[in-house]
């Protein structure tokens, strides 16, 4: 039998699995889709049972079929997140799970607490400034507007060790994860602030800490009926999904920078040397203990696209065409991607998507390539904030879905001037899962699984274009906002009922 390494991951759009041998060879696939959940504006929720756990049974189901004569010596699972799924003694949902930074309900939490305990003191001890994207404001939230199930609430997870605990009956939550359940973790001391986690969170206990790649425990016996794994199975700790997806590219060394290509575009810088904080960024634990981490993330860019293409009526292939056919710069198009507000570096949930310079003799190709551009110059800006950090990538690595077709990294390397290695293998998320899982269970040494085959350089062109456009793009990002602020006020106050929002989902 060949021994192999299971990674899950839950993400926006779909739970992926994959199998992988000892050298790192994919031995098996499966993928599960789903949506989310918008059932109000600002909120972006998903079923935890229903979705999580229910397609992490059919995905282990699935693996189990396809690759039978595997001797499956590791299960690790990462998910979307930060997320907050509180659950009751028996581990089942008392509510569906708020999710990460697109879930923007707890603003007044987010003020109070900040007034609470010290805007500078908050980014000392967490490194990050409260945001849509911390749990410990959507924590203050359910305590506040939902006490019959904060009631029943016992434990509080994401959705990665939501699923760990399933399948091992093991209350754990990872370092890097912990760091962002802001205000609650110090990353100073990598532990839990107790002070401030009690004023928070109540009489919940926190779980135990524990750092990605750790064994966690073994797969119980009911959770082998269910998913038609073996019992006993070792289960290790995963992450976050932007950080197990950016393990699977190599990125998790000083000057490292991951750019993921999905729903939103997420970015991970790895620290050299001591990570300084600023409130515009998230400062996190890395994967490994002793790491240090910016991080930075859109708030739409793979959901634009496919908005964009729907509303154009065009398929994705179809778009590409379309935009690359429209010089650098989409002839004096300029589009804002704020459609669902922006988390870094702005943090403004009421923030709104916009077009500018729009002519009659613009059309479907313009809007899509703005769309694109529009992303590339968002990763410009965060960019920028890294470097007055005196932060500049070594390395830059691009994953995801949005990679496929060459175009959309092309623009992003012509915007920044920066260059990107494309690795071998793209899948994402659960192949770093697969390689964390592998070395604590000895089953291989992952480092070397998946290497570059390709490298996207920067057209020096179109420099001048994109300066000029970028420098645009940023004075009317300042000019629209209080009109976008009062568009959002009246969009959140409006009584009738919305049309149905297109769901996040990766860019295939």
Known sequence: MTAASLGIDIGTSATKAVLAGPAGEILAQAEVEHGVDLPAPGRAEQDAELTWWEDVLIACRAITARAPSAEIAAVTVSGLGPCLVACDAQVRPVRPAILYGIDTRAEA????????????????????????????????????????????????????????????????????????????????????????????????????????????????????????????????????????????????????????????????????????????????????????????????????????????????????????????????????????????PLFDPAARGAFAGLTLRHGAGHLIRAGYEAVAYGVRHNLEVMADLGVVPARAVAVGGGTKGGLWTQIVSDVTGLPQQVPAVTIGAAYGDAMLGAAPTGTADPTAWNPATDTVTPDPSAKPTYDAAYACYRELGLLIEPVSHALSAAQHADPAPAAPAPTAVDVP
């Open 109 to 344: 939490e987010i003020s109070e607490l900040t007034d609470r305990f010290g805007a500078d003191e908050i980014v000392r001890r967490g490194g990050s400034a409260l945001s849509s994207q911390a749990v410990g404001p959507k924590i203050a939230w359910l305590r506040r507007h939902e006490p019959e199930a904060w009631a029943r609430t016992r434990f509080l997870h994401s959705a990665h060790d939501f699923v760990t605990h399933r399948l091992t009956g093991e209350y754990v939550l990872d370092h890097h994860t912990a760091s962002q359940f802001d205000p609650l973790y110090n990353m100073a001391a990598s532990a839990w602030d107790e002070a401030w986690a009690a004023e928070v969170a109540g009489d919940v206990p926190l779980p135990r800490l524990v750092w990605p790649g750790e064994l966690v425990g073994s797969l119980t016996a009911e959770a082998a009926r269910l998913t038609g794994l073996p019992a006993g199975t070792p289960v290790v700790a995963g992450t976050v999904d932007a950080w197990a997806e950016a393990l699977s590219a190599g990125v998790s060394g000083p000057g490292d920078l991951m750019l993921m290509y999905g729903s939103t575009m997420f970015l991970v810088l790895y620290a050299t040397g001591q990570a300084a904080f600023h409130p515009a960024l998230w400062c996190t634990d890395g994967v490994f203990p002793g790491t240090r981490t910016y991080a930075a993330g859109m708030a739409t860019s793979g959901s634009l696209m496919r908005w964009l293409s729907g509303l154009t009526g065009l398929g994705f292939a179809a778009a590409d065409r379309a935009a690359a056919a429209i010089p650098a710069g989409a002839d004096g198009l300029l589009c804002l991607p704020y459609f669902a507000g922006e988390r870094s």
